[in-house]
């Protein structure tokens, strides 16, 4: 690891009989389930497992809005130039268990417009990752894309018992280093060369969500997500990055 992140020690350290210093004990702990294949329901989003008849030609069709492919360029895939090769991918990857893929279901128009997997799946110590994160633009920048996130947070920590939480990214993706911090995500650290994908190196930036801040993380989703956060027209009235840095500050 190269840099580090700002993130204080989040636990004080145990002296041993040594007087050498050790994680804090964790006694009870037993390994968590696996993500089940049951779908997530929201106000905005439906979240269910990625399906190539199902979700193929939706997904296709929302992503051939960005003309310019700019959804494409920080992922090790894509992008694709006609439906049935899309189709092929999303086949390929509906019968992973790791990545496990969701596809978004935009309750508005009851289509797929984004995706979303959980990845580095290790029950045995509770640690999972989110990724794969592709929005198509009717999704970008919606409420429907923030309560997706939420919903997969809520699973891994609420229905699941995990201990941390990840969101990794390539260190030049801006849009995705901002979406981390304003969806609660803190910063570890940078690894450098950490990859090479698409014939280019990758430095990958990391954070994470552990147990002890959710509570106040999802507290700030369920109020910026609550009916009176949105005025007539569907527009929120907080800004969630504001209530997430004075929650966690």
């Known amino acids: 690891m190269g840099e580090s992140g700002n993130k204080s020690m989040v636990n004080a350290p145990v002296v041993n009989d040594l007087g050498q210093q050790i994680g804090f004990p964790v006694p009870d702990w037993t390994a968590r389930p696996r993500p089940p294949r049951a779908p997530m329901d929201g106000r905005f989003v439906r979240i269910e497992m990625l399906d190539a008849t199902q979700h193929a030609t939706d997904l296709f069709a929302a992503n051939a809005q960005d003309r310019e492919n700019r959804i494409w360029t920080y992922l090790p895939y894509g992008p694709y130039d006609d439906a049935n090769t899309y189709r092929d991918w999303v086949m390929s990857m509906a019968k992973s268990e790791d990545p496990l893929f969701h596809a978004i279901i935009d309750k508005a128009t009851g ?6 997997s959980y990845l580095r799946i290790e029950p045995a110590v509770g640690v999972i990752e989110v990724g ?38 390539d260190a030049l993706n801006a849009p995705s280093q901002a979406a981390a911090g304003r969806l609660g995500f803190i910063y570890e650290g940078t690894f450098w060369q950490a990859t090479i994908y698409k014939g280019r190196n ?19 989703y369920e109020a910026w997500l609550a009916p009176d956060n949105f005025d007539p027209a569907g527009k929120p009235r907080q800004r969630l990055s504001n209530m997430m840095e004075s929650a966690l500050s």
């Open 111 to 116: 289509k797929a417009s984004g995706v979303a």
């Open 132 to 169: 794969h994160i592709n929005y198509a633009p009717s999704l970008q920048r919606t409420a429907a894309a923030t309560e997706a996130m939420y919903l997969m947070m809520k699973r891994v920590f609420d229905e699941l018992g995990y201990r941390r939480y990840e969101w990794k990214c």
């Open 202 to 220: 990758r430095d990958t930036a990391w954070y994470s969500i552990i147990d002890k801040d959710w509570p106040k993380i999802r507290a700030v």
